[in-house]
């Protein structure tokens, strides 16, 4: 698959973000390829997919933990985002009530071939009106908020990952399983286990109950 193909996935950022609900979707989706082994991850010529964070601005972000990341893009000169993936952390419950952030998450899934949520992004795509009337889960701690939010989602409160048009997934790790989910729907299933097997991940069936492990 040439560079020209590359599918875009945008990885919406901002402060108090989880830093495993961006991490992990960003290691799956940066080290998938095309071509199995070692070798065809020391380039990008058989990557599917072009991936990137994006915040408000180009300020540093500080996510949960102090850690302290340069974002790629801001909203203004973001590149058009194919597959929109919306973490969570402490920062979403402040922007929830943010009508910017929640305007640009509307536009760009309004743009997007694919949207996403980690954990509790899915209360910013609920706010967003991106969930009504469909299945979908979030972090434990956020169930009931989410149901709040919209009485119209239907929760799903022992699923890893809830794929009903929009990828919705459980807390922090969940978002890897997510990540293994689209890269099954968009390159197959060969390519996401390939790419779970380089990572060391052992992962084999994207939709599993919370309490087990995916195999």
């Known amino acids: 698959m040439g560079n020209d193909a590359r599918a875009t996935v945008g990885i919406l950022i901002f402060d108090e973000v989880e830093v495993l609900d961006f991490a992990g979707p960003f290691e799956v989706f940066s080290r998938t ?9 020391r380039t990008d010529d058989s990557a599917p997919f072009e991936t990137f964070t994006v915040a408000r601005t180009h300020d540093v972000i500080t996510a949960i933990g102090g850690l302290k990341v340069v974002p790629h893009y801001a909203w203004s000169d973001a590149p058009p985002i194919d597959i929109l993936v ?5 920062g979403t419950r402040t922007l929830l009530h943010d009508e910017a952030t929640l305007s640009w998450i509307r536009e760009t899934a309004g743009r997007s071939r694919q949207v996403t949520s980690v954990c509790t992004g899915a209360l910013l795509l609920a706010k967003a009106g991106l969930l009504r009337n469909r299945r979908a889960t979030t972090h434990w ?15 799903q409160r022992d699923r ?18 997510m990540s293994f989910a689209v890269v099954e729907q968009v390159c197959g299933r ?16 994207h939709d599993v109950p919370k309490h087990q492990n995916a195999l």
């Open 33 to 41: 390829r095309t071509v199995a082994g070692a070798d065809s991850r």
């Open 190 to 205: 060969a390519v996401a286990l390939e790419t779970a097997h380089y990572i060391e991940y052992p992962w084999g069936r």
């Open 160 to 177: 890893r990952v809830v794929h009903d048009d929009v990828f919705t997934s459980a807390g922090v790790s969940a978002g890897i399983d």
């Open 141 to 155: 701690a956020g169930l009931e908020l989410l149901a709040t939010i919209d009485p119209t989602i239907r929760v």
């Open 86 to 90: 919306v973490p969570g952390g402490f």
